[in-house]
């Protein structure tokens, strides 16, 4: 029996523990997915201009992956993780064929990106000896126990409760716009020397020999697409380098083309010793995540037992969606036709921080893109100071559902990252829609 849009709503309502969230709030029930698009119960469309939660990245209902996954299905749903299986085997290759199969070897795969950054923790900590995991404040990586200590936004406080476990230490990372600087080359590189600067110290004084890894999002992503000041980045692997610290760069959100390359450290002049990701590497047909190892770390582990596992540790029906997923990206070019369509959404958006009073600041790479909302650009006043909620940023993202168009955001940023096989037809017109809505939000909000 099929129930309707109203049972469904009701069902979500009165039964499931809605994440990140208090209980019992209304929920869209939602019928169907193609494409860029999503439809509810009443055929209402929206545009899905977060990819979901920056997962959707090759749209809903790829064909290509859906056909693959019905074919492992019919052959194969399961077998442990200590067999062979092909799609385990070939995805594994085409991951360290893609970060570079001279400096990579190996993957261990999870379910997921909490999941992937709790094992490279593990990994950093048993192959240096070391235990100490040094993170960004401005930073989400999961809501595992390691994860979320490692996590730096205030989602991990509810784990802290009874008290954070030892050796997860913060620092700050920079956000260019909210710390005052502005995007020229100079402000760019006081930024860098002064972040890299206090990282250094900090490093000094916790003792280099204690700390295992670094552990980073290549760009942070749910905090508000945070590009780095040019040469912070390098900066913060160079320091890992002098001081036999690992660098850890979580991929979870910014992995698989989001940025224009398949891993978005690719940017940068660096090499990490572990990369993590998920999302992206099954366009989020499937649950998959894993650590893709270094060279060094993967021999290690021919002459130590890796004391990691899962039960789900490279599922079949997981690896198959991956092998589609990341064949689809190359076969494709979809880095090719993001690196296009940054070239639309780029100027359009830096076009809205001189247009609307309530833009302070667009960052965009590839289709990983972001606004920070101000209520008063001379002060940078941000539309939602940090961790408090006074109803603003809910009621954009209301206005643009409303006008069909869904996305999400942190603290006072609106995330722009649409699937990755999104049309300029299809950009152009939701960015139409944005601009009305942030027309909206300049009456009602700004000063
Ligand atoms: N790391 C980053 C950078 C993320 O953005 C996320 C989720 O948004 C995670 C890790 C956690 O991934 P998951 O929710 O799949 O456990």
Request: aromatic fraction near 10%; charge should be negative; proline fraction near 5%.
């Amino acid at each position: 029996m099929t129930l309707t849009g109203e049972e469904v709503a009701h069902l979500h309502e009165q039964y499931v523990l809605q994440p990140w969230a208090k209980q019992g709030a209304p929920a869209t029930p939602i019928k169907r997915a193609e494409g860029i698009y999503f439809w509810d119960y009443d055929g209402n469309r929206y545009a899905d201009m977060s990819s979901q939660m920056v997962c959707s990245n090759l749209g809903h209902q790829n064909k290509v992956v859906v056909e693959a996954i019905k074919r492992q299905a019919d052959e194969l749903c399961y077998i442990a993780p200590s067999f062979a299986v092909e799609p385990r085997g070939k995805l594994a290759k085409l991951l360290v064929d893609i970060a570079g199969a001279d400096h990579f070897q190996r993957v261990f795969f999870t379910l997921g990106g909490s999941d992937s950054n709790e094992n490279a923790i593990e990994i950093a900590r048993f192959y240096t000896g070391r235990p100490k995991i040094l993170s960004c404040y401005r930073s989400y990586h999961g809501s595992t126990l390691g994860s979320a200590f490692a996590s730096g936004d205030w989602r991990r406080f509810a784990y802290e409760v009874g008290g954070a476990a030892p050796s997860f230490i913060h620092f700050l990372n920079p956000s260019v716009y909210e710390d005052g600087f502005d995007r020229t080359e100079e402000d760019e590189a006081r930024c860098t020397r002064q972040y890299l600067r206090q990282l250094e110290e900090q490093i000094r004084y916790e003792g280099p020999e204690t700390i295992a890894a670094v552990l980073m999002e290549s760009i942070v992503g749910a905090n508000g697409v945070l590009i780095p000041p040019k040469g912070y980045m390098e900066g913060v692997a160079k320091l890992c380098r002098d001081n036999g610290i690992l660098l850890i760069c979580d991929e979870v959100m910014a992995g698989f083309a989001r940025s224009g390359k398949m891993f978005t450290w690719q940017n940068f002049d660096l090499v990490p010793d572990l990369i993590t990701f998920a999302k992206g590497v099954t366009g989020a047909t499937v649950p998959l995540g894993g650590v893709i190892a270094s060279k060094e770390i993967s021999a290690f582990f021919e002459n130590h037992p890796l004391p990691c596992g899962l039960t789900y540790s490279g599922h079949p029906l997981a690896c198959a969606a991956g092998v589609a997923a990341t064949q689809y990206y190359l076969d494709n070019d979809i880095c090719g036709h993001v690196k296009q369509l940054e070239g639309v959404l780029k100027p359009a958006l830096e076009e809205f921080v001189q247009r609307h009073a309530c833009v302070g600041e667009a960052r965009c790479i590839g289709l990983f893109a972001a606004l920070t909302l101000v209520t008063d650009k001379s002060t940078r006043e941000l539309m939602a100071p940090y961790h408090t909620s006074n109803g603003r940023m809910p009621a954009i993202f209301a206005e643009l559902k409303r006008r069909g168009f869904y996305t999400f955001g942190r603290e006072s940023n609106l995330n722009v990252c649409p699937p990755l096989i999104i049309t300029e037809d299809e950009l152009r017109e939701q960015l139409a829609t944005l601009d009305d809505v942030l027309a909206w939000a300049d009456r009602k909000f700004c000063n």
